[in-house]
């Protein structure tokens, strides 16, 4: 097992990183000071100016609170979606199409047979998971994959019941496909929680290719969306209402690229996102309902082979969502959740973002809906980190492509 071990910083070096908060004044961004050098230092893929100051490179931080990350098997296959059980174990989706359980010490289980089919071509497979509010009573699951259909393939949603020796999921159904099919093994997004009113929100990709790119700002299929479905795949209730030529009604918001993360705010209740951009822009959004998050119109990123996006390339325009917050260069944002345990509380509702071409796990802490400062952690474990959740003890568990499950928490 590797173990990785964060002490506490001096006071005279505490000065130097971050500053003591001061009283929220109510603006944007405002509230508090951080002093350390933004943690970015490599040279930005373009030249665009931000919308806002601290939209992208805010000042660094530190966390001052002696913390260890521990790896605790490195057994996994490609893990893609962690979801915590009420007992503290690990329900984790293998990309290839496998479900497993682990335990809080790293004791990993048979493959859970039961799970449809995957095409596991690509970008694709068993993608993000989640569990039924009522799981402890229910035993329900649900589950995003990418499925073979006429035309192509898809992102679909999927339920079972996890049995009582927990050796299957059970009557395994697709509730829900994100049309139109594509040929395209890229950008599934995958993500999947259940929101306040007992609904599924799902975010989907853009499939990447040229000829899918446009149908993101399309209100008539659900790619390149977040989607907000009853727990058969029916549109929810309460859902916002889309112009366009007939618009689906599932959606709840439209203009995302490859939106891999997804988490709720542990106050506000406020639903957040993070997106893979292309060279540069990749994205943090607070997602409303109804609002259309602009791409590929707007975008803080370039092609892959250094051409603009769009003729001109614009970043803003009216009608559509700035983001919170963007990084350029990439860090391939994936899974992602708030701190909201007793075990750091320093890190209460910071949000934890895993980065894949980065290679760390990003600490943003957020104040009157703006990142005001940013930190990079375990990023001497050269871990592609996939994705993240907490268990109910205050513990973050993380999940690398490499097969590696870090246990996170105070020493």
């Not at 995003?144 to 259909?149: C, G, L, P």
């Not at 112009?243 to 689906?248: A, E, Q, V």
């Not at 406020?270 to 822009?281: A, C, K, T, V």
């Not at 910071?350 to 980065?355: G, K, P, W």
Request: charge should be neutral; include cysteine; glycine fraction near 12%.
């Amino acid at each position: 097992m590797t173990t990785i071990k964060h002490f506490m910083i001096f006071a005279g070096a505490c000065m130097l990183l971050l500053s003591c908060s001061k009283k929220d004044d109510g603006q944007p961004g405002g509230g508090s000071s951080y002093t350390g050098a933004p943690v970015e230092t490599n040279p930005a893929n373009t030249n665009y100016s931000p919308a806002f100051a601290g939209q992208t490179r805010i000042n660094g931080t530190a966390t001052t609170t002696p913390f260890q990350a521990t790896a605790i098997t490195s057994n996994l296959t490609k893990p893609w979606g962690i979801a915590a059980l009420p007992d503290g174990r690990l329900l984790i989706t293998e990309k290839a199409g496998v479900m497993r359980l682990v335990t809080s010490t790293g004791t990993v289980s048979n493959p859970i047979t039961g799970i449809p089919d995957v095409n596991a071509d690509g970008q694709g497979g068993l993608l993000g998971l989640c569990l039924d509010p009522q799981f402890a009573t229910n035993k329900m699951v649900y589950w995003v994959f990418s499925e073979d259909v006429a035309g192509g393939t898809v992102t679909s949603v999927a339920k079972g019941k996890l049995s009582s020796d927990e050796a299957s999921i059970e009557n395994a159904t697709v509730i829900y496909r994100a049309e139109p099919a594509a040929n395209s093994t890229l950008h599934y997004g995958g993500r999947i929680l259940f929101g306040a009113t007992g609904n599924l929100l799902v975010s989907t990709g853009e499939r990447s290719i040229l000829s899918t790119r446009p149908l993101a700002q399309s209100v008539s299929g659900a790619l390149g969306k977040i989607i907000r479905i009853t727990t058969e795949g029916g549109a929810a209730a309460g859902n916002p209402s889309f112009t366009g030529t007939n618009p689906i009604p599932q959606l709840y918001s439209i203009g995302h690229r490859n939106p891999q993360g997804l988490a709720l705010h542990p106050t506000t209740g406020d639903l957040w996102q993070s997106e893979h951009g292309p060279r540069g822009g990749d994205e943090l959004n607070r997602v409303q309902a109804g609002a259309n998050y602009g791409w590929p119109t707007i975008t803080y990123g370039i092609e892959y082979d250094g051409d603009p996006i769009g003729n001109p390339p614009i970043q803003a325009k009216d009608g559509m969502q700035q983001p919170v917050y963007y990084w350029d260069p990439v860090i391939s944002p994936s899974g992602m959740t708030f701190y909201k345990g007793n075990n750091m509380p320093e890190w209460q509702n910071n949000l934890f973002i895993c980065a894949l071409s980065g290679k760390h796990i990003a600490r943003l802490i957020i104040e009157n809906n703006r990142v005001v400062a940013e930190e990079r952690l375990l990023t001497g474990e050269n871990q592609r980190f996939r994705d993240i959740t907490q268990t109910s003890d205050g513990t973050l568990y993380a999940i690398t492509d490499e097969g590696k499950l870090y246990k996170i928490k105070r020493q």
